[in-house]
């Protein structure tokens, strides 16, 4: 016997299928066979709940479907997991905030160890105004929006991390696997703001795309960068990663590379090509690639900035004093500086 409720559930998923141009025919095949509704598994999306469990539950029986988030949902810091095979979407308004606690060190969305991830449409709120930890934390800037980490084939589309207490998305190794890195990520559209520390940091990748993101407002703990590129050991890797057409505003640093800790036993060659980049009033620089001394060890490759658009820049350079020449050539071709 079919529930009322998800017979009642699944014509309004029709109706809001066919509100965004799905034909309802259509609708109606994906609302039966492809796509779960989140309060099917009790999620109450009242913006007060908190919902952490049964979002977990509801992300755990839907792999291989599409799970729609529907409501405002709170979850507590200890955050959800995807699976292999996660699909999540949220509605037009919806989204996930934290609830009020004090916790330095928290992901808000794990993507550790899967593959095949698809992430649509997502607003995740870290509350930063509700967290009660101390500002001058040693920690004080590993509170995650979206954490990938020894993960493959991952896509986020459409989505915003704001008033995270530490990056709105961090990209790095396994923890469990030191040397299995995040590989084929595709980020599209994303929005970062009001941000502590990062809008994005990438630790460690192979294959990373981010096109047209925006990473705007964010301060409070170093190094305050719209996008930090800075690998914390020498096990990491940083090949085949592409920033296109990125916009950062109000940052300290726009696009910060460090690479202090990537040189090591194992040669490294680091490719990383951002286009189109556009900088609006960084207050350190726009651009900054600093922090490699390679100590007779090899680190080569190339990384280029090709038609920046750096507007009000505190400063035009792009390579701090001390960067070692023996590193990656640093190109940056077509720049516009705007006053």
Known sequence: MVCRRHVIETLL?????EARGVPTAQA???????VVVDTWFGVKGDDKTNDKA???NAIDRSVGKTLLITGRSRIDASGLDMRTGSRLRFAPDASIKLLPHNEVFYQMLRIWDVRNVVLENAT???SKELNAAKKDSVKGGYGMGISIAGSSNVAILSTATVNCWGDGIYIANSYGHKDRCSTAIRVIDHRASRCRRQGVSIISGRDVLFENPVWENIGGTDPSAGLDIEPNSNQDVLEQIRILSPTTRNCRTGILVY???IPGPIAKNVQIEIRNHRDESSTDAAFSVSGLKTDGH????RIASISPIWVNPRL???KSVGYDNA???IVVTGRRLVP
């Not at 998923?13 to 299928?17: D, I, R, S």
């Not at 109606?28 to 492809?34: E, H, P």
């Open 124 to 126: 995740l709120d870290g």
């Open 298 to 301: 090899v680190v080569t490759g």
């Open 327 to 329: 590193g990656p050539a």
């Open 13 to 17: 998923l029709g109706a809001l299928f």
């Open 259 to 261: 690479l202090k800790e």
């Open 28 to 34: 109606a095949v994906s609302a039966s066979t492809d």
């Open 54 to 56: 049964n979002l977990q």
């Open 316 to 318: 035009a350079e792009v």
